[in-house]
């Protein structure tokens, strides 16, 4: 039997129609509205389009937006962000819209900022996380992310209780290994990504 596994066999193009494609790239200006609008659904107004505005801007800081690809009118679903500050990485952002996570999409917007940290030559990476949010946290800790410190009452929403932030470190950013583990992540998140139905250019 021969097997057919190139472009424009029909098993190819099956494949397709199965595949939902997204594009990751710096958000440009023209979609800082998007970008505001999901920041509202994830994280109830974080930041204003000037804040963005101002991410889009600055040289010191990479503002990353994923966005669907195959559509008329294309959908924001995520948004990554971090600032370097010296030998740093501070990642001030990374949100999934709830309607797609739990598929792979946040594993590559964090994927995406640690390789342009460590693009930048920056030594390691920092953030804070809510002490209740355990998903995100096991996130952190599967790209080798460690608890350090502990921030009382950081996070207080008008109505809510005060809530603790753990501060979570990633070092090593410019040793061999860590470029190595990229490489690793990179492909499971693919291979993820693929089961869930999904393709990101570039990748």
């Known amino acids: 039997m021969i097997q057919c596994t190139v472009e424009g066999c029909p098993s190819f193009f099956h494949f397709l129609s199965f595949v939902n494609f997204l594009v990751l790239q710096p958000l440009p200006a023209e979609q800082i509205a998007a970008a505001v609008a999901l920041d509202q659904r994830c994280l109830g107004g974080l930041w204003t389009e000037n804040g963005y505005q101002r991410e889009v801007d600055s040289p010191n800081s990479d503002l990353l937006g994923l966005v669907t690809a195959d559509s008329t009118e294309p959908q924001m679903i995520g ?61 952190y800790q599967k790209f080798g992310f460690e608890r350090v410190g502990q921030r009382r009452g950081y996070y207080q929403n008008q109505g809510e209780p005060a809530e603790d932030a753990l501060i979570l470190w990633r070092k090593g950013l410019r040793r061999p290994e860590f470029q190595a583990s990229l490489t690793q992540w990179q492909q499971q998140i693919q291979q993820q990504l693929r089961r869930s139905g999904w393709q990101i250019e570039p990748f």
């Open 79 to 139: 948004l990554a962000c971090l600032w370097a500050i010296l030998e740093e990485a501070h990642i001030t952002l990374l949100a999934v819209d709830p309607a797609y996570r739990g598929q792979g999409l946040g594993q590559a917007l964090l994927w995406a900022l640690l390789r342009a940290a460590a693009g930048r030559g920056l030594e390691w990476a920092t953030l804070e996380v809510r002490l209740s949010n355990q998903a995100a946290i096991a996130l």
